[in-house]
Every structure is written in C-alpha cells, then in structure tokens.
C-alpha cells in the first residue's frame, strides 16, 4: 500500500477520512494500516460510504465534539452498529469572530485542550487500547483540530518522531479546502464569513509543532504527559501491541 493511494479514505459524506497506518516508528516499526482512522463529521455518511465503513470493518467510533455539536447530528449506529464513545474534548466551539478578536486562537485552543481535557484524552486511550475495538474511527467536525490533538497523543505514543506527527496534521490543509467549499453549498448565506475566516480552516504545520514543544516544556515527554493524566503503562503497551508491526514486514 502507498501513502497516496490508501491513506485518505474517500467518501461522500466527509471529506477528511484518513488512515493512520504506514508510518515508520521506533525500534523497527511501522504503523499498521487499516487499524486506526482520524475523521471529520460523521452524520451526513451516505449509504455507500456506510458501505465502505463496514468493509473496513469499523467496530468503534468515537466523537470528540462538544454536546452541541452531537446534537446536530451523529454517526448512523442503526445503519451501522458500533461502540459509540462520545468524549467532547471542548464544551462549546468558538464563533468565527472570536478568531478575528483573538489572533492565534487555534494553537491556544490546542493547548488548552492538553490543559482542560485531560480525563476525555484519558478515557480515549483507554477505549482504543480494549480488546477488540479495533478498527476505530475518531473524529470532530473538521477532522483537524480535536482530532489532530488526538492523532498526534497517539502516534507520538506509538514512537513515530515528531517530523511525522506533524506531516500527518498538515496533510488536512487539503481537505479543509474540500470543507469550505462543502460549507459554502450548505450554508450559502454565511459565504462571506466562510470564505474570511482563514485560521478556521488552516493546518500550518507550526501550528502542530507549537502543541509538541508546548507539551516538551511542561511535561517532559507526550508518554510523560499521559502518564500524569493516568494512563498506565499497560494501556501505552496494548496501544503499540494492537497498532505496530515490523517496518520490514
């Protein structure tokens, strides 16, 4: 399997369905493929896309958006039956022009996500280090920022090095243009707001890289960091059990 053909998962209903395998990893590691996935919204799937979930044998979901969000719609467990988690990683989205007041609110609201969300994070790791949860999705609106908080605890547990962890949340920037396009459709009225409000729909690199150095500085290490939410070591161990496997394999 290749990075270009496997990696984002195409479907009708979300724009930003991608595979966390095939990264290489400490000690002669891979990622493995298949296993783990990261989304953007999951309510508006399509019978077809449901279709490709089952075939990817989905049996855990997980949302990490707020309470709000939930409510305007979900992930068909009727359609599709799975063990549904709902963990919000933030109580309430900001409005668009709380980015215009607060320049730089997206990389604070990564941090404050490491700061306030430390019992969801937790309870998160622990739902896809069980037994047989695997394969799982776990997603927010845009598949970008609660979700690459998340991917990045994860594959920096996993032993794939910063340079990577990062690529990995860059590579939504591609899909945040397929979003904005899909938003200015459904909500045509808000266009102008849409198509304003840049640091929305931005996945700059640096703005992964000051999360990882934010938590270098406070907490020593990410495996330092869950460890002092809780997280044993038993669950870090199942974690890397469950989703490495030899690079040479």
Known sequence: MTDALDRLIALDGAVNFRDLGGYAAAGGMRTRWRRLFRADGLGELTGDDLGVLRSLGIRTVIDLRSESELERGRFDVDAHPVAFHHFPFIEELPDAQEFDRRPGLLGSQYQEIVTDAGAQIRATLGVLAAPDALPAVFHCTAGKDRTGVL?????????????????????SGEAMLRLRAKLIVKYPEGRETIENIDEVFSAEPAQMEALLDHVRRRYGSVQAYVSGLGVGPEVVESLRTSLLEPLSG
């Open 151 to 171: 991917s990045a605890i994860v594959l920096s547990l996993l032993g794939v090095d910063e340079e990577m962890v990062v690529a990995d949340y860059a590579l």
